[in-house]
């Protein structure tokens, strides 16, 4: 129990940063726009692992109808601050991606995010692929399930370990680390260093899936999308081995 309530805590701390080392960009609203529906209505989003609700504020003042779930309490009340009047058609709930199927509407949206490796913490090949179909079974015929994360194909992660690209603002640094564990997992460390010299460890040694391109393939196949199309970032510029990113966009 001491160990989870640590995790709650650094967690709370990590809020007061998360927008800095995960600002949304020109290049996202742009990506974002593109993914609405050229019809009448609003269109459905759903962002898995919303964090402080950055995106999702965004896509609700745009004319979007945005739902956004996230495992870490304090993301959910971080987000649901960020509304500017409780007529936005944007609302948050605290609720772990394993759960998504369980309580929000089969078939009623048309766009399912899961952005910043969120998608890696599912930590396990058979609740990856559960991911997978419960965005399958959400998603309207037509409606696209879009993945962000690290390519994980251009690194070689043994039990020596590997730094992940570094993510930093002007107050603070995001190291990332993996490693493989005796046991044959994956596990992944992070820690934040602040301007004023502080360290605060976010993750320490929490269990990940290392999803690559390859696997997301097959996956999105077996789940029942009809196509996927894999770019290096928002700009939609081709894919290529040595990539940072992996954007995965899924087709019903």
């Given at each position: 129990?001491?160990?989870?309530l640590?995790?709650?805590?650094?967690?709370?701390?990590?809020?007061?940063?998360?927008?800095?080392?995960?600002?949304?960009?020109?290049?996202?609203?742009?990506?974002?726009?593109?993914l609405?529906?050229?019809?009448?209505?609003?269109?459905?989003?759903?962002?898995?692992?919303?964090?402080?609700?950055?995106?999702?504020?965004?896509?609700?003042?745009?004319?979007?109808?945005?739902?956004?779930?996230?495992q870490?309490?304090?993301?959910?009340?971080?987000?649901?601050?960020?509304?500017?009047?409780?007529?936005?058609?944007?609302?948050?709930?605290?609720?772990?991606?394993?759960?998504?199927?369980?309580?929000?509407?089969k078939?009623?949206?048309?766009?399912i995010?899961?952005?910043?490796?969120?998608?890696?913490?599912?930590?396990?090949e058979t609740?990856?692929k559960?991911?997978?179909?419960?965005?399958?079974?959400?998603?309207?015929?037509?409606?696209?399930?879009?993945?962000?994360?690290?390519?994980?194909?251009?690194?070689?992660i043994?039990?020596d370990?590997?730094?992940?690209?570094?993510?930093?603002?002007?107050?603070?640094?995001?190291k990332?680390?993996?490693?493989q564990?005796?046991?044959?997992?994956?596990?992944?460390?992070?820690?934040?260093?602040?301007?004023?010299?502080k360290?605060?460890?976010?993750?320490?040694?929490?269990?990940i899936?290392?999803?690559?391109?390859?696997?997301?393939c097959?996956?999105?196949?077996?789940?029942?999308?009809?196509s996927?199309?894999?770019?290096?970032?928002y700009?939609?510029?081709?894919?290529?081995?040595?990539?940072?990113?992996v954007?995965?966009?899924?087709?019903?």
């Amino acid at each position: 129990m001491g160990f989870i309530l640590k995790i709650m805590d650094n967690i709370k701390k990590f809020v007061e940063y998360y927008d800095e080392l995960f600002p949304l960009t020109d290049e996202q609203k742009v990506f974002l726009k593109s993914l609405q529906r050229n019809s009448t209505g609003p269109t459905r989003f759903l962002h898995v692992g919303c964090g402080t609700g950055t995106h999702a504020q965004y896509l609700a003042e745009i004319g979007s109808d945005v739902t956004g779930i996230d495992q870490h309490q304090d993301f959910v009340e971080s987000a649901s601050l960020r509304k500017k009047t409780q007529l936005q058609s944007v609302r948050y709930f605290y609720l772990p991606p394993i759960d998504m199927a369980r309580f929000l509407g089969k078939g009623f949206y048309d766009v399912i995010l899961s952005l910043n490796n969120q998608i890696i913490f599912m930590h396990d090949e058979t609740l990856i692929k559960k991911m997978f179909y419960d965005a399958h079974t959400l998603l309207k015929q037509g409606g696209k399930f879009v993945l962000n994360l690290t390519n994980f194909s251009k690194y070689s992660i043994s039990d020596d370990g590997v730094d992940l690209p570094l993510k930093e603002s002007i107050r603070s640094k995001l190291k990332t680390s993996a490693k493989q564990a005796s046991n044959g997992s994956y596990v992944l460390s992070q820690k934040l260093e602040t301007s004023s010299g502080k360290y605060l460890n976010i993750f320490d040694n929490t269990e990940i899936y290392p999803l690559t391109v390859t696997e997301i393939c097959d996956i999105a196949k077996n789940s029942g999308f009809s196509s996927v199309k894999f770019y290096e970032n928002y700009t939609l510029a081709p894919w290529q081995n040595n990539s940072q990113d992996v954007l995965a966009v899924m087709e019903c």
